[in-house]
């Protein structure tokens, strides 16, 4: 069974994703603030987490800093309500998987937990549609030398 933690401040969207979590076979943290979910992910192993991107206390953006540096592989998919084209590209930078907006689709986000649940990928680095995917463990070839 995957863990998700699912990070936001509205009851009504964080109840309806935990319904639909449940019913694909994920057990999920809910987390109602920034604080309850550094404190989940110090504290429980998890396979995703899927953060608000505001929320009290700091925003999700704040947990995903703090996850990249504590757990840096972990998929992050972010949630937005309205979010601006700044705000996207910052989260993007940061490490985000993906964005879901405000109200989930089903099949959205049947597709993303598919996509970063089967794959053994390092999270992404998205810029618009681009994806540069970086090995773990990359090694760069010596340039080569050219004798003239």
């Not at 947990?63 to 700044?86: D, F, H, K, Y």
């Not at 940061?94 to 099949?107: M, N, Q």
């Amino acid at each position: 069974m995957r863990t998700v933690l699912l990070a936001d401040d509205n009851r009504e969207c964080r109840d309806s994703l935990a319904r639909m979590l449940k019913r694909w076979g994920c057990r999920f943290l809910p987390a109602v603030d920034v604080a309850e979910a550094l404190w989940l992910l110090e504290k429980i192993p998890l396979d995703l987490a899927i953060l608000d991107l505001e929320m009290p206390f700091g925003g999700g953006l704040s947990v995903l800093q703090r996850i990249r540096v504590s757990q840096p592989g972990l998929p992050v998919l972010m949630l937005t309500g309205s979010a601006s084209r700044e705000s996207l590209l910052r989260a993007y930078a940061a490490g985000a998987y993906g964005f879901l907006p405000k109200p989930v689709s089903v099949d959205l986000l049947r597709q993303m937990l598919a996509e970063v649940l089967t794959t053994n990928m390092p999270a992404p680095f998205r810029m618009g549609t681009l994806f540069l995917y970086e090995p773990r463990n990359a090694v760069t070839p010596p340039a080569k030398r050219r004798d003239r």
